[in-house]
């Protein structure tokens, strides 16, 4: 595992100082860089969070993953230029069924940097581009959406404002809760393993990868190829429809992803989970 050829592998050739302007380019590069994909999951590969496997799979053979993988490979990148950064447990809303996911869920991370505190997260494919600052109810504006974060309790919520409705109203929807308890890798497997057999899993359920451009984001799910352009809060998106032979050439045209084994594409519906989280 080698930190200079992951920085390769994103695109960043600036200082390896840890500061908040190294980190801000960081986490940028491994956005626009790194797909957002549950591939693995529909073509036969076994998803394990072995570091070195993780290494492997994203950096040397240019592949995505899901947040576990790209989470934890950027934690340890961080580790290594010196940032304090731990992990934390998260529960997205999911964007169908409009529950939130069982306990580490997701994995989100923290960095403490000169008396600050700034929530990163590569590893989710409606996230942020920049880090946020931990602090509650600023909005914080970036090129693909505005975010705030609102404190419940020992709980933090990730919020994203909605598309203009035309009333003049600010509308936000949630996009997952998380509190600031360390977690270990360890901690996560289980739910690594969830991910990859339940019903309830997007993951399970539809086979895609997301990627962010500079002027919006592209995403395979299924037989489809959407494309979202950002334009402030009113976003556009076009979908193709796509033959089963055409994926594969997608996948690599347009995500930069060669898969070793073949693609079952699959977009199933989503079985809620119970509403106890």
Not at 97 to 123: E, I, S
Not at 198 to 217: A, D, M, Q, T, W
Request: proline letters at 5%; a negative charge.
């Amino acid at each position: 595992m080698d930190a200079a050829l992951y920085r390769d592998r994103i695109g960043y050739h600036g200082s390896t100082d840890p500061s908040l302007e190294n980190l801000i380019g960081l986490h940028k590069c491994h956005i626009l860089s790194v797909p957002f994909e549950s591939l693995s999951i529909h073509c036969g590969e076994k998803i394990t969070l072995d570091p070195p496997a993780v290494y492997d799979k994203i950096v040397q053979r240019r592949r995505g993953g899901f947040c576990f993988e790209n989470n934890s490979l950027f934690f340890w990148l961080l580790k290594e230029m010196g940032y304090q950064v731990h992990m934390m447990s998260g529960h997205v809303r999911n964007a169908f069924t409009k529950r939130y996911g069982p306990p580490n869920d997701h994995m989100v991370l923290l960095v403490d940097l000169a008396n600050q505190k700034w929530v990163c997260d590569v590893g989710f494919g409606d996230a942020f581009r920049t880090p946020l600052l931990l602090e509650a109810n600023q909005e914080q504006a970036q090129d693909n959406g505005i975010f705030r974060l609102q404190q419940d309790e020992d709980k933090w919520l990730l919020q994203r404002r909605l598309e203009d409705n035309g009333t003049g109203e600010q509308e936000w929807t949630s996009l997952y809760k998380f509190t600031e308890e360390g977690q270990t890798l360890e901690d996560f497997r289980g739910m690594c393993e969830y991910h990859q057999t339940s019903p309830s899993s997007i993951f399970f359920s539809k086979s895609f990868c997301s990627l962010h451009l500079p002027e919006g984001k592209l995403t395979y799910m299924g037989w489809r190829l959407i494309t979202t352009t950002f334009n402030g809060t009113s976003n556009q998106k076009s979908t193709i429809q796509l033959t089963e032979e055409e994926i594969p050439d997608v996948l690599r045209e347009r995500f930069g992803i060669v898969l070793a084994s073949q693609l079952i594409p699959k977009d199933d519906e989503i079985i809620p989970p119970p509403p106890i989280y």
